[in-house]
């Protein structure tokens, strides 16, 4: 079992996960966030290229509008 922090919670995983697929299972609009992973920024295009797993950090922000 691979275990990985989301916004600090552990996250339990059977195995790697593409960051894409992370965020497609947890329905994340990836157009609506910025992610940092072990610290640093992941690129939105590199999104589909970064693999995710065990005792990996991520650091989810959700962009807000408002007025």
């Known amino acids: 079992m691979n275990t990985l922090k989301i916004n600090g919670n552990d996250v339990n995983l059977v195995s790697p996960i593409m960051l894409a697929d992370l965020l497609l299972m947890k329905n994340y609009n990836p157009e609506k966030i910025a992610i940092e992973l072990n610290g640093k920024i992941v690129p939105k295009k590199e999104y589909r290229n970064v693999t995710i797993g065990n005792l990996d ?11």
């Open 57 to 67: 950090s991520l650091e989810i922000v959700s962009f807000v509008g408002g007025g």
